[in-house]
């Protein structure tokens, strides 16, 4: 069996005091330099070389000199003390500024229709974030929100899970989608019992829309004579011009809506948008900017015209 190395372990200490008698050619002039006594700066080199496990120096009569192993690691022991002695000034520059990697989530149904818009202008914003994109269903997103995967997650609320903080954004209006030929098509509001009976498209399972929709009928006692599932609303809305059948959407999908009828429902159907993110102490920078130019956004579309923010995406 292989023998495991046993790890190496140091402190920044150690290299500074070893960097220092490597500088002046002297335990003594080192100790001096560096403001201890020599014996405590003997001490040290020797847990280090033990540590090490091989020395740094050779102590002869009148002087020391490094062995090849001390020469080897000055260098590298160098540039340590160097990045250590920048790292404060890294973390203000990090504290101050907007920067590094942010991970955003969202479902099928709201990143196309409202986030693409909105990331766009904020990468503009922030050129030194680092943004990444995933879709994925509800369940797929709280996930890997709860496993830090994700920072944060655009979806529609509520979603289960503890140690998650949950924010909604807006409520936005669903619509019952209809071909312009249908008989309800005129109509400016209806009841979903109005269309018992007729074939009802939705998206497929695991689609957290899908759920909401049947719940909604549901409650409305709406009957309909039989399902048929596809993946997007593009495919939802080919089905409706052709006639195939009926189905309840978003605002924010009013874009692919052309040669369909959108009808308000009554009693009014909506859904809940908002994020997620995992509860802890520390947000990052790029994190904290982009809840807060979600929220700034939303409420700049309400204020623009009145409507769901949704409708304007």
Avoid: W
């Avoid at 020797?46 to 009569?61: H, K, P, S």
């Avoid at 504290?95 to 709201?110: C, K, Q």
């Avoid at 914003?125 to 890997?144: F, K, N, S």
């Avoid at 997650?153 to 209809?178: I, M």
Wanted: glycine letters at 8%.
């Amino acid at each position: 069996m292989k023998q495991r190395r046993r790890a190496r372990t140091f402190e920044l200490r150690q290299l500074e005091y070893f960097c220092a008698v490597a500088r002046t050619g002297s335990f003594t002039r080192a100790a001096e330099e560096l403001g201890i006594s020599q014996p405590s700066l003997s001490e040290q080199i020797a847990r280090l070389e033990q540590n090490l496990g091989a020395a740094l120096f050779e102590r002869l009569t009148r002087r020391i000199e490094l062995t090849p192993l001390g020469e080897a690691i000055l260098g590298k022991a160098q540039a340590l003390l160097e990045d250590a002695a920048a790292l404060p000034d890294h973390f203000e520059r990090a504290r101050e500024g907007v920067r590094g990697p942010l991970r955003v989530g969202s479902i099928p149904t709201i990143l196309p229709y409202l986030l693409t818009p909105l990331l766009k202008e904020f990468a503009e914003r922030y050129r030194e974030v680092d943004l990444h994109l995933r879709e994925g269903t509800t369940a797929e997103l709280v996930e890997q929100v709860l496993d830090g995967m994700l920072d944060v997650a655009v979806l529609s609320l509520p979603v289960e899970g503890a140690g998650l903080v949950r924010k909604e954004l807006f409520r936005e209006p669903l619509y019952l989608a209809v071909p312009e030929g249908h008989p309800l098509a005129a109509a400016e509001r209806v009841q979903l019992r109005q269309v018992s009976k007729q074939r009802l498209l939705i998206l497929n399972d695991g689609h957290c829309l899908r759920d909401e929709t049947l719940a909604f009928c549901e409650r409305a006692r709406a009957r309909f004579e039989g399902h048929f599932e596809a993946d997007q609303f593009l495919t939802i809305f080919e089905l409706i011009r052709a006639g195939f059948g009926v189905s309840i959407v978003p605002e924010m999908a009013r874009g692919l809506s052309e040669g369909c009828k959108l009808i308000e429902i009554e009693p009014k159907a909506s859904r809940r948008v908002g994020y997620i993110r995992r509860e802890r102490r520390y947000l990052s920078k790029a994190l904290e900017a982009f809840t807060a130019y979600l929220r700034e956004s939303v409420e700049k579309r309400t204020q623009a015209g009145g409507r769901s923010p949704a409708a304007m995406a």
